[in-house]
């Protein structure tokens, strides 16, 4: 079934733990840093992960799936960016200026991003699963 972005904007407002806003000129839906807006020029989801919001240009997995498992998948995608960025980090600073402070302040870093990580693997299972 192909989810149209109208029925994502309801499923985003029917999370558990989304947050809804509601302003004069439009309403909005925020859950696990996704953002989804409608107003007058139509419906769009972002990333809230920077300062300034990006658009999400590849929506498929929203379409396809729905919005919780479209926001989880992009999640997966962040997280695993994130863990290789701290591996090149560790393994540079091993081989370079092998700071011990900096190395075990990567080495946590990286331990936080995998219980993320494999949160979100979790939580995408027991979508596909439904």
């Known amino acids: 079934m192909i989810h149209?972005?109208?029925r994502l904007f309801v499923q985003a407002r029917m999370l558990k733990h989304s947050v809804y806003i509601e302003l004069e000129d439009e309403e909005?839906?925020?859950?696990?840093?996704?953002?989804?807006?409608n107003n007058e020029d139509g419906i769009k989801i972002y990333s809230t992960d920077s300062e300034f919001y990006?658009?999400?240009?590849?929506t498929k997995n929203f379409h396809e799936m729905g919005f919780e498992y479209?926001?989880?998948?992009?999640?997966e995608q962040k997280?695993?960016?994130?863990?290789?960025?701290?591996?090149q980090?560790?393994?540079s600073e091993i081989s370079t200026r092998k700071n011990h402070k900096r190395i075990a302040f990567?080495?946590?870093?990286?331990?936080?991003q995998i219980t993320k990580y494999?949160?979100?693997?979790?939580?995408?299972e027991q979508i596909e699963g439904r």
Do not use: H, M, P
């Open 89 to 91: 980090g560790i393994q």
């Open 106 to 112: 990567l080495k946590d870093l990286r331990e936080t």
């Open 118 to 124: 494999n949160e979100t693997r979790r939580r995408i």
């Open 28 to 37: 909005s839906v925020i859950f696990k840093g996704i953002k989804i807006i």
């Open 4 to 6: 149209t972005k109208d």
């Open 70 to 75: 479209g926001a989880f998948k992009f999640l």
């Open 79 to 87: 997280y695993k960016k994130k863990l290789d960025q701290i591996e």
């Open 54 to 58: 990006r658009e999400i240009k590849c």
